[in-house]
């Protein structure tokens, strides 16, 4: 197996444009999986870690950047502020040694539905900047989930970066797992408020081919919220709101029947999480928006 270490991002974007067979590595953690239990042998490793510009984040305006190379840790300790949704999405990955290696780029190179980063960069309105020595695409979180571990890249293309607008007012994730550390989620969730477009975004993790936006509890809680007047003078949320709102993202949802959990399991359970979550950002609304 060749080792490809470029030094450089036009480095790396050269050999994968002369080695489209090579398999990027950033921190390893579902990759040196695949190795170990031989559920791969690729003719090639094309490691990123020695590319500092995938191992960066900028401000850029009212977004932030993040290099598809910055791991988990530096995402809850140095974004936390900016990224709240992200950050708790990060804090629920696997255990600290996994989140000093493991990166949102892995993830969504990865693009396992579990994957913990997708429900909160589906409701951020995260673009997913890739690049190749022929150029660079952008791609909205929304188009870059295409099946079960398959993604919007082409075989010659990296992930440099995740663009996501600085959060101004609430957002929220929560997973269910067998346990509370090192667990594929049985399902997930995260919701975002964004007053200043009078639109909430709730998107679920680990409960259909891939993860997804449960759009008609989008526009049911936005309708809701903008017809009561609640985004300028918000009130104690309804339960009859809540519990609604919960049955269209558990009827977005099209699990399967796992050892993780069973179809039906799941569909509860997130109706439980979206009422949960919704509970908490709502509370945190008044204060929090910019
Ligand atoms: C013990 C354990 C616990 C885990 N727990 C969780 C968890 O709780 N939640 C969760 O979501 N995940 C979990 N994972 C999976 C893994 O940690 C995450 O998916 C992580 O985000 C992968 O990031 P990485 O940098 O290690 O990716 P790598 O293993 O380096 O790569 C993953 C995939 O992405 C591709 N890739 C990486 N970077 C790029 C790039 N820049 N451009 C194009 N393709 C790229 C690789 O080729 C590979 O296909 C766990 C893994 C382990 C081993």
Redesign the pocket.
Known sequence: MDFLRPDSLAEALALKAQRPDA???????????ELNFDHRRPAALLD?TRVED?RTWDVDGDSVRVG??V??TRIIEELGDRLPGLAMASR????PQ?RN??????????A?P????HPVLLVADAVVE?ASTRGTRRIAATDFYLGVKHNA?EPD????SVRLPAARAPQQFAKVGTRNA????VCSFAVALHPEQRRVGAAVGSAAPTPLRASAAEEFLSGELTATGQWESPRPLLDSVKRRFGELVAEAASPIDDVRGSAAYRKHALSVLARRTLGWAWQDYPGKVA
Not at 23 to 33: F, K, L, N, R
Not at 92 to 95: D, E, F, L, W, Y
Not at 157 to 160: D, G, H, N, P, S
């Open positions: 398999v990027p590595i950033a921190g390893g953690t579902d990759v040196m999986v990123l995938l598809a190379g791991p988990y629920t990955v696997g255990s996994i290696r493991g990166t949102v780029g892995g993830n969504l190179g990865a396992s579990a994957g913990d980063a890739v890249l293309e990296l992930i440099t090192m667990v594929i989620a």
